[in-house]
Structure formats: structure tokens, C-alpha cells
């Protein structure tokens, strides 16, 4: 439950504007921790070990989704 509530607030903190410091060094690392976590995710993927980075709402629904494109690929 605590990694979703962080997870909601990081992204948020990274749409609202910077106007101040304090502000614009948290949404600097809110972004570095964002964009490593899909290098992270496409080295795995060039390992052949694919995740899905979704919000905790959309989960489902990309679970879904990309259950039918491995099907469609035959990894299934």
C-alpha cells in the first residue's frame, strides 16, 4: 500500500510546477528515479524479462493487454 501512495505522489510531484529550490531538486530526483526505472526495465527486456511499468490503476487492463501481445507473438 505505501509503495502505491509513493508511486501516486512521485508522479505527481513531477507534473506540478517548480518554483522553488527545495521543489526543483525534488522533481529533478523524482524524474531520475523515473527514467531509471525503465532503463531497468528495458535491460531486463533485452534479457528476455519483460515488465510492465503501469499505474497501480491501470494495472489490469496492461496486464491484460500485454498477455494478448506475447500470445499474438507466440511467446504463449
Known sequence: MKSKIA???LY???KENAE???TIYHKT???KFVYEKR???KELERNSI???LTK???LTVNVINKYREFKA???I
Request: positive net charge.
Open 7 to 9: 508511486l501516486v505522489l
Open 12 to 14: 505527481k510531484l513531477i
Open 20 to 22: 522553488d529550490i527545495q
Open 29 to 31: 530526483i523524482a524524474e
Open 39 to 41: 532503463l531497468i526495465v
Open 50 to 52: 519483460y515488465g510492465i
Open 56 to 58: 497501480p490503476k491501470n
Open 73 to 75: 507473438k507466440g511467446f
